[in-house]
Every structure is written in C-alpha cells, then in structure tokens.
C-alpha cells in the first residue's frame, strides 16, 4: 500500500483534517454522497485517494455508500463514510447490519441543525442518540467528539484503531463549527502514528471458524480471497458465521457484541478534566461546547465558585465510572450541549443525588454565556 | 493583548474567507502564533451575505467564536451594518470607502477606510480587492506582521497571480488611511 | 470392505457437496422451488468458467434467494434488505481479483434495492447479478412485488395486482448492463452457460431467471403444483436471441421470451477510473493543492 507522505505544519480546515488522517490511517475505500456540511471530506478524499491508489465512489446514496464500506472491508481493505444528520439516518440500517458482521470501518457524522432538513449550513449536536440507538437493537458504539480541527485528525486515526480492534463500525461525531473551523494542524510521518491493524486469523481455512472466541472478545478476521470460504450474515449466527433462530444463540451473541465494548471501556473512554477534583460545580460539555464554555467557566471562577470541566472525547461509551465517582462528591454538573438534551440523560442517570442542570440550545447559534453562568450558580446553589 | 479578534465581512464572491484564511495561515504557519478561523455563510454559493472570523492568539484558542470584534473589515455596506455594534470601543474598522457609504457614527471606535475596490479595478484585477484590504489592515491594524502576510499570500493564490496579489498587498499597506 | 447398506451410504458423496455447506442441509426452501435447481446451474457455471472458487464471492440481500448466500460454500455476505449490490460495489473494487456474484430476489433487487441496480449498471461495475423472479415476496407470505403480473393476485392485491410492473431485462438493458440474459429455472443447461459467460466477462452482468414459487404465487393465482407452474413456464417459454430486451416483458400466460440480449463490451467502472485518473494523478504533485483546499 503506497503511504500517505503529507505531513508537517498545516492551516487546514476541520473536515480537511479528517480526511488525511483517515488516509494516514490507511483508509484506501470511501463510499460517500454529497451533503452540507460534510462534503469537504468527500472531496478531499476524491482527490486523494487515486494518488494512493485508493477507491472512491460517489453513491447513488447514503444507503450505498454505507452498504459498500461494509463490503470494501470485508475485502480487506479500511474504509469510510462521512455524512450529517439525513445521510445518516439513512445509513442506519447498513450501520446495524456492521455491528453484527463486526465490520471494521469509521462513519463521520459533521452534526448540522436537525431534526429533518434542518438547518444545513449550521451547527448542532442533535445526532448523539441517534449515533448510540439510532439502528434497531441492542448493541454497543463508540464514538468520538473531536473539538477542533487537530483533535479531529488525532481521533479520526483512533476511530480507525478502535474499528480494527474492535470491530465495528466507529463514529467520529464532529460538527459544522469544527468541520468548517480552520486552525493549525501537525500531521505527523504516518511511520510516528500509532496504527493498529484488525487480527487476521492465523488458522488454516478448514480449522477457521469465523466468529469463534470468548464471551467478551473480538473474533480474528479472515478476508474474501484468503480461501477461508466463511458465510457472515446479519442474522443471529453462531461462531461458524451460521444463522441460528435459537434464543441460546441470540443471547449468547448480543451480549458478546455489547460485552466487547462494555467490558473494555476502560480502554476506550477518554476525557479530559481541569479542576474537577475540589470542584462545587462540573461543567459537562463535548465537541465544539466544550470551548464555548470556558467564558462561562472563567466568570464563575472569578466569583469564587470552584468550577470543574469535564470533556467527554468520548461519548460512547460514557464515562459511567467516572460520572458517578464525581457525583459523590460535587454539587452537581451543568450540561452544555448543542441540543435539547441528550448526553444530559446520561450524566443524570449516573449523578444520582448530584444535582444535573441542562444548557440545552438546539444548534444554529451557541448557548449564551450568561445562561452558562446562571446554570453554574443555580448548581452551586443547590443543596 | 493576549488575544486580538478578527471580524471580515462582506459579500459571497469577495474572497472574504479567502481573507481570513491568509491571515490565519499569517499568522499561525509563519507567526508561530494560534488562530481559530470560523465561516458564516449563506446556503447561496455566491452573492450572500459571507462573514469569516479569526482569533489569533500566543495561547492556544479555547473560545473560537467573535462576539466582541476587536478589529472589523468591511466589504460591504451590509457586513458593515451588521457587525459594526459588535466592535469593541476603541478597536479599529477598516472599510471600502466605495462601497460602505452610509455611514454610522465612528465616535467609538477607530475609524479607517479604502477604496480597495477601485485600487484593484485600477490595477485591472477587481478580484484583488481582498488583498489590498488585507494589506490595508495589516498596516493600520496590526492584524499580522507584514511579513508573515507576505509569505502567506504567496502559499495560498495561484502562482500565475502571485505577482499581481503581492501588488495589491503593498498598495493596500501603503495606503494612507482616510479617517 | 462395505458390507452393509449403511457403511454404503457413508461412502456415497452428494455431486454438489463441495460446493455447498452440506452441515447446512437440508435447505429452507420449498419442494419444487426453482432455487435447488438454480443453485445447482450457478455452481456448475463457475465451475465451467474455470475459476478459483477461493476467489469468488457471494452477496445476497433478504428473502427466499437472499439465502443462497448461506448455502454456497464460497466466501458469502447476507446482508440487508435491497443492498447486496452495494455492498459487493465495495466488495469487488477493494480486492479486484474476486469474481463477485450478486444473487438475490426480484423485490430485493427490483423494488427495495432497484436505484442501486440501475446505478451499478450506470457505472458498469465488474459484478454479476443474478434475479431469481418468481413474481411476488415469497418469503414474507406472498405479497405484491414489483414484478407480479397485471392482475394477479398476492396478499396485497386481493382484487387483483393493479400496477404495471417491471420488466426486468427491460430495465437492465436500459440502464447500460454489459450482458443481460433471461432464462427459467428449468433451462439448466443454458443458465450455467450464461453463469460461466458472466463470470468471464468484464462489467456489470445481469442475468433474471423464471423461477416457480409454489407456495404462494401458484396458491393464489390458480397455478396447481409446483410442477404445474414449472410445465407452464416451460410450455411459454420461447428462446429468442435477438430479441430486443425493452420488448419482451412478462405477463401472466403470454410467452416467456428468453435468451441472451445483450452481450457487449463497454469500459468498466475501474477501467474508466484508471483512465480518467491516471495521466491527470501523475502530473499532480503530492502537495499540490488546489486553491480551494489551500494547504
């Protein structure tokens, strides 16, 4: 595979960055159709990937698109999509159709105003449900919330690493703020990036049996052409790949896609924290809020309020540990997020007696600071 | 100042985001700073009101948005309508004289204008219009060091036009403002 | 030394079993379905072609034929309602050595899954495509497809099917498919031809075949028996190679006009990729960037 070789200094925007850090991960497929805010990545891609000797295709639709990322990695090879809010719904039924195959492969959601059409050229962060229980069923995602437009290289290559390792499809969530945001951009020499590979199967074909491993683990991939002649399917299997219609069968197998992610997210969960360990008041916040906040923050410091700030880099899985670790020990936690409430549901469900205020704004503009403001002393005030 | 925020407006076409991404690209690739440069725009590809704004910084930006402008640029009587009430008092507007006519009070802020867009017809490119605003700000407003601008525009227009753009900086930088 | 009858049938090999996932038998179809019998001929078309079954892959969509996916001992995708091609798009150009078949249903390919067929044949990908058309969704209880005759009766058409519907080798063509057959499932011999000609060929290959569905589409439209259906598709059937696909579409008791349609050369979807990239890639630097990128 010929590598990417761009790296150095760059002023680039957000989905720019996506996509050479998916290329300097080693993606070489995409399937992709066009939306605002989303396209620069399509484009970008379109115009990369034939230097690399990668494949593009522009789909016919999202539904496409997202079915042939799925089969591009079955033959080997890292793929992605990239969509906003309606691209994605309809990319929902594929997404679940990867979870049970356990497809490696990176889905970026540039989250724009919804619901419906909404408000195309503008910004939210309505899609952090749809991205956790938006395809039917039961099952466990990650995704990712890059802040800007460095981080979203940074976790665009960790979106492909936790797709390989764990198998399944990864979302990167980012916005139409740090999508479109330009800044500066350190793109390392791919040979300095940590890449991590999917584990190729090193059985002989007749001892290979497809989804055999143990109850929380992720299965070896053997790919199409190897010889390994292995059926996969999106009903419940067994570990030959096999459908199975059993209750036995099914239970075995959900809980061991949801166990896969649930038992390891320890490894998974990343967040970033500033003064939370003495801290009256967490601000929870993800994606481009979590910059928004720091005026807010700033203002309640200076009034003697000791104010916390808690990242969420990851949403999914969610920092359940960590969330209720800190409950014990705060007021509470103000949630900030570009929508009418969604990752609040979470800090609530872990804060218990913890008091959780929600800075809700349904996208197209930013919560003001004096609503953050307010949120803060409402939490310090409680109790 | 720690941080020194940018507010260039004016109308789809311009090459208003052009603008702000030199400067970015100014004052972060060649500057060693930190800047943040966000779009607003229009679903129209062209005509549109078209707003861009870059916060440049030594730190890294934590808060990338503009509510609180300390220099304006103005390309349009529209852009300058809107975003003038968001300029700090004190801070420094540079607009086309051309083409911001109806004027509001100045008391407040410090004042600067161009005729960019008949500097540029006059050089035969009205295109550059941009450039030679850039060039004006940098001057009057310490937006970047002129070198950094230089060296910006030179990686980022067409090599064809290199020529003519480093024309249309220096003229706008040499500009003696109107106030 | 066999001396008893059972230690004889031990020794008794099934002519497919290398080809199927015989621990998956019996299969879930109906007695006289056509889809033993298709199996069978796809099989035996590879097998003509002369390729490395290591490197042919299956993808099927939902329903009856969607299970073919299962049984074929070859590299082989179930996936979801309608989007088999897709997924064997992304499958066939991420590793351009495999030979990959799309074999699916008429209300998977045709109604769910009909923009994606038109589009691979639009672009002429290197896959082939295999319709199993028994007129109606067999597997969901016999309800109206985009293939049941004018007039015929399913679950959801209970006065009559009253929507036109497709004609499948009509649409194929249109759509710029490189070859487009039609044949019914008792053409045994003629359809492993076409399989093997398909997997030979370059470009997308679309071949529909006639197929019985005793169960429900002769239970509600007076057809008898499954071989009472099979007799009349055999009796209709009229093999005809020049006819003009656009021509022939299917009716309930007019002739099935079979035959292969088109067999044409055209650029595949990659050729064209590679021509249209290749001499423009090579003069672009790697850190060129256009003006609306701006590195």
Redesign the interface.
């Known amino acids: 595979m010929r590598k990417s070789d761009l790296h150095g200094e760059f002023f680039i925007q957000g989905n720019i960055a996506c996509a050479e850090a998916a290329l300097a991960a080693g993606c070489r497929f995409f399937g992709g159709y066009p939306i605002t805010p989303a396209s620069e990545i399509a484009e970008r891609m379109a115009y990369r990937l034939p230097q690399l000797d990668g494949v593009f295709v522009q789909f016919e639709d999202e539904i496409a698109s997202m079915a042939s990322i799925l089969g591009a990695s079955w033959a080997g090879a890292k793929s992605m999509t990239s969509s906003s809010g309606p691209g994605i719904s309809l990319m929902l039924e594929n997404i679940g159709l990867g979870i049970m195959m356990e497809t490696p492969c990176v889905i970026v959601n540039v989250q724009r105003g919804s619901p419906s059409t909404g408000l195309p050229t503008s910004w939210g962060q309505s899609d952090m449900m749809q991205a956790r229980w938006g395809s039917h069923g039961d099952f466990a995602v990650i995704a990712l919330c890059p802040k800007s437009p460095q981080e979203y290289f940074d976790l665009t290559v960790k979106a492909f690493n936790l797709s390989e390792q764990y198998r399944l499809p990864v979302f990167v969530m980012s916005d139409a703020v740090v999508g479109h945001m330009t800044e500066k951009v350190y793109i390392p020499p791919v040979d300095e990036l940590e890449i991590i590979e999917r584990k190729y199967t090193s059985k002989k074909p007749q001892d290979y049996l497809p989804y055999e491993c143990e109850f929380d683990a992720v299965p070896d991939f053997a790919k199409a052409g190897d010889g390994y002649r292995y059926h996969t399917t999106g009903l419940t299997h067994d570990e030959r790949g096999y459908p199975v219609m059993t209750e036995e069968c099914h239970v075995k197998l959900v809980n061991r896609l949801i166990n896969k992610i649930k038992l390891h997210a320890d490894d998974i969960i990343m967040i970033e924290e500033k003064d939370t360990e003495d801290a009256e008041v967490i601000v929870v916040s993800y994606g481009i809020t979590s910059r928004i906040v720091f005026p807010a923050i700033k203002i309640m410091k200076k009034k003697g309020i000791k104010v916390g700030y808690l990242r969420l880099i990851t949403v999914w899985p969610f920092p359940e540990e960590r969330i209720r670790q800190l409950a014990s020990k705060v007021n509470g936690f103000v949630v900030v997020e570009l929508n009418m409430g969604q990752v609040c549901l979470e800090v609530e469900r872990c804060a218990k007696n913890a008091v959780t205020k929600l800075v809700p704004h349904p996208g197209g503009g930013m919560p003001q600071v004096e609503t953050i403001t307010q949120a803060i002393q409402e939490v310090a005030d409680a109790r | 100042m720690a941080q020194l925020r940018v507010k260039i407006s004016g109308f789809g076409g311009q090459g208003i985001v ?1 603008s702000s ?1 030199i400067l ?2 100014a004052v ?2 060649f500057d060693g700073k ?6 607003v ?3 129209e590809a062209r005509g549109g009101a078209c707003s861009s704004q870059v916060v440049i910084s030594e730190e890294e ?5 503009v509510d609180t402008a300390d220099v304006l640029i103005a390309l349009s009587q529209e852009g300058y309508d809107k975003f003038l009430p968001i300029l700090r008092d004190q801070g420094i507007l540079c607009y086309d004289s051309d083409l911001v006519t109806k004027l509001h009070s100045h008391d407040r802020v410090i004042a600067k204008s161009i005729p960019a867009t008949r500097i540029a017809e006059e050089m035969g490119k009205k295109i550059v219009a941009n450039i030679v605003m850039l060039g004006f700000a940098t001057a009057q407003a310490e937006i970047s060091t002129p070198d950094a601008m230089r060296q910006s525009i030179r990686k ?3 090599a064809k036009f290199t020529d003519l753009n480093m024309e249309a900086f220096e003229r706008g930088f040499n500009y003696q403002g109107e106030t | 030394m066999p001396d008893d009858k059972s230690q004889q049938t031990e020794n008794l090999h099934h002519p497919m079993e290398e080809y199927l996932r015989m621990d998956r038998m019996p299969h879930i179809w109906c007695s006289s379905c056509g889809l033993g019998s298709i199996l069978t001929a796809f099989m035996k078309g590879v097998k003509q072609a002369d390729v490395d079954f290591n490197k042919v892959a299956v993808v099927s969509g939902i329903g009856c034929t969607g299970r073919v996916a299962g049984y074929v001992k070859l590299d082989s995708y179930h996936t979801t309602h309608g989007r088999a091609i897709p997924f064997a798009t992304g499958l066939k150009l991420a590793n351009r050595d495999l030979t990959v078949f799309v074999i699916s249903g008429d209300g998977d390919l045709f109604a769910i899954g009909g923009n994606h067929l038109i589009h691979a044949a639009r672009r002429n990908v290197d896959i082939n495509v295999i319709c199993v058309n028994n007129f109606i969704y067999g597997m969901t209880g016999g309800q109206n497809a985009p293939t049941t005759p004018l007039e015929a009766y399913s679950s959801t058409a209970p006065y009559g099917n009253y929507e036109q519907p497709f004609n499948l080798v009509g649409v194929a063509a249109a759509a710029g498919a490189s070859y487009v057959a039609r044949w019914s499932a008792l053409h045994m011999r003629r359809l492993a031809e076409s399989v093997e000609e398909m997997t030979k060929k370059k470009g997308f290959c679309f071949l529909e075949v006639i197929s019985p569905c005793a169960t429900v589409f002769a239970r509600k439209n007076k057809g008898g028996t499954g071989l009472d259906l099979l007799k009349g598709y055999k009796d209709r059937s009229v093999i005809n190679h020049n006819a003009n696909p656009q021509e022939i579409p299917l009716d309930m008791n007019g002739e099935i006009v079979c035959g292969v349609f088109i067999n044409k050369d055209r650029p595949t979807f990659w050729e064209n990729v590679l021509s249209g990239t290749e001499r423009k890639v090579k003069k672009t630097n790697l850190y060129y960037h256009d003006s609306k990128t701006k590195f």
Not at chain 2, 34 to 39: E, F, G, K, R, V
Not at chain 2, 61 to 65: F, H, I, T
């Open positions: 052009l991404y970015g690209k972060t690739i930190n800047a943040s440069m966000t779009q725009y229009g679903p930006v934590d808060y990338p948005l980022s227009v067409p």
